[in-house]
């Protein structure tokens, strides 16, 4: 038989007093977002509970001081290969009595079953029938616990109010409390040992939860005293950095416990870099290259936005050695090497990019990868290449042939014969029979395309020269013809007498005309210019001789 629902219609303390009732053998699953629980009914009565987080009783039984960690670890090392329990190898070297753990694993059970029930919500589910055998604690079961289930009820119904109390000063387990300096249990506590043993043990290392599972049996107890000290500020949460200090003790010896700390501390605050470096480097210590990977990607990304690539590169370069396959850490590496204008090493990762692309058949996105890479390496010559295959690739030979003949023709008009003859060898690759690389292969290797370009070199170099010497002549002539002007007009000025006859505004007409009729001649930018400025000083003196009118 199964039954299944919802806790919001259906009281838990009923459907636990009806499988009592009908004295049901069978598993209760309640699932919550506090995670999974079961409990299992034989003939009505609470025999075994399994739940998130839950302690094995044999390690509850070190955690209390009932048996020592050394007996636990020697029945271990007994148990293997011989499918016996635990607690019968402890009760056969006379550790314990089987009467005496079964008490404390129905006071342990009782305990839990009550919280459980005070704290229910969420969806049920009773499968009848006997459960799998590795679906409880095997010791747990081996003892053969049977509770009823009114005592519980109502043992729940006098938690709920502490609960909620509970709750309202401690909504999560999860935290790691600290002890404040001096702090000691208050003076009405009524369970004085308990509240010392806990302030104690409250040094960081462990979150609330770990610190009630080691009160295993009293955890309702435990739990309000935490409520309590949390109220009374007897206790304070502990910072990220703290944690991470603490992980780093745990660190050396213990990496496991290390990785727990850190990834608590993270769940409070993701982006802490001291954190997230530990992170990678305890999950790289244990193996775990993508968890590694994830946490240096984000350190990547929060180096980057804290405007500091060459972290970020670095980070980047870690997370590739541990996840090599991964095109986004590629990819985000080409991008920042040429945001850097880092040359070589876009080039490496763009090629890395273009395998990764290609593997899966994601020949588009290796084009792109080469075109970008093109922009900032026009004169490699393989990308090019490159290129070409990956319009092939992508179903457009066309414009592979395309690419590869005018990068040829290029490299033609730069005189670079072998590699345009290798690009011409690449097209006929493409396109076989293709004219056109086909003639450009036997002129060059007909050095054809040297002759031409020399025979074009001279033709430039015969026209320079032409050029040169024309202009030349001009000029030439010109300053002839100037100089042979600017003499016959002072021949002229000299002839007449202008400057002994104070004729200046004569003179200036002459030497003026010579200007305007040779324009070119180097006279009259140079010579003429000074003969003229010193005429005009002339007339600007007689202007202003006593008599002259003015």
Not at 483 to 490: D, E, G, K, L, T
């Amino acid at each position: 038989m199964t039954v299944s629902g919802d806790l919001a219609t259906i009281d838990l303390a009923d459907l636990l007093q009806n499988i009592e009732g009908h004295s049901r053998t069978g598993t209760l699953t309640l699932l919550s977002d506090a995670g999974e629980a079961r409990l299992f009914f034989r003939d009505g009565r609470v025999a075994m509970l399994a739940r998130d987080g839950r302690t094995p009783f044999v390690d509850m039984l070190v955690a209390t001081g009932h048996v020592t960690q050394r007996r636990l670890d020697g029945a271990r090392k007994k148990q293997k290969g011989t499918g016996r329990a635990i607690v019968d190898l402890l009760t056969g070297a006379r550790v314990c009595t089987e009467d005496d753990l079964r008490a404390l694993a129905e006071h342990r059970l009782g305990e839990d079953v009550a919280n459980l029930i005070a704290a229910a919500d969420g969806e049920f589910r009773f499968v009848e029938g006997e459960p799998a055998d590795d679906a409880f604690d095997p010791d747990e079961a081996r003892l053969g616990c049977a509770l009823a289930v009114a005592p519980l009820v109502l043992e729940a119904t006098r938690r709920v109010d502490d609960w909620g109390e509970i709750r309202k000063y401690l909504p999560s387990l999860a935290v790691h409390l600290r002890a404040r300096d001096g702090a000691t249990p208050p003076a009405d506590v009524e369970q004085a040992d308990v509240a010392a043993a806990l302030l104690q043990a409250l040094d960081g290392s462990r979150s609330a939860a770990e610190v009630i599972e080691a009160a295993p049996d009293e955890p309702f107890t435990a739990s309000k005293l935490l409520a309590r000290f949390v109220r009374d500020r007897l206790v304070r949460p502990v910072t990220c950095d703290e944690l991470l200090a603490i992980a780093e003790q745990h660190e050396p010896q213990a990496p496991e416990r290390a990785q727990v700390l850190v990834q608590r501390g993270l769940d409070g605050e993701p982006h802490h870099t001291g954190l997230l470096e530990a992170a990678a480097r305890l999950a790289e210590r244990l193996r775990q290259a993508v968890a590694a990977g994830d946490a240096h990607k984000l350190l990547a990304h929060l180096h980057l936005e804290a405007g500091r690539p060459d972290a970020a590169l670095a980070a980047l370069d870690a997370a590739k050695r541990l996840q090599p396959t991964d095109p986004g850490l590629w990819q985000r590496s080409l991008q920042l090497a040429m945001a850097q204008g880092d040359r070589e090493a876009a080039l490496r990762d763009g090629m890395q990019l273009v395998e990764l692309y290609r593997g899966p058949g994601l020949h588009a996105r290796a084009r792109a990868v080469l075109d970008r890479l093109l922009t900032i390496a026009p004169d490699v010559l393989h990308l090019h290449v490159e290129f070409a295959r990956a319009c092939v690739d992508c179903g457009n030979p066309g414009a592979g042939v395309q690419h590869l003949a005018r990068q040829a023709k290029t490299l033609v008009g730069q005189a670079n014969y072998l590699a345009a003859r290798s690009l011409w060898c690449e097209l006929l690759e493409i396109a076989p029979g293709n004219q056109e690389a086909t003639l450009s292969i036997e002129l060059i290797d007909r050095e054809e395309f040297a002759r031409q370009v020399e025979r074009r070199r001279r033709l430039r170099r015969t026209a320079v020269t032409a050029l040169l010497l024309a202009t030349f002549g001009f000029f030439f002539t010109c300053e002839l013809l100037g100089r042979a002007a600017w003499s016959a007009a002072n021949a002229l000025i000299s002839r007449e007498r202008m400057i002994e006859r104070s004729q200046y505004e004569d003179a200036l007409v002459v030497l003026r005309r010579v200007r305007s009729e040779h324009p070119m001649a180097a006279t009259s930018w140079f010579e003429l210019p000074a003969a003229v400025h010193e005429l005009e000083q002339r007339l600007a003196e007689r202007d202003t001789w006593p008599g002259s009118g003015r």
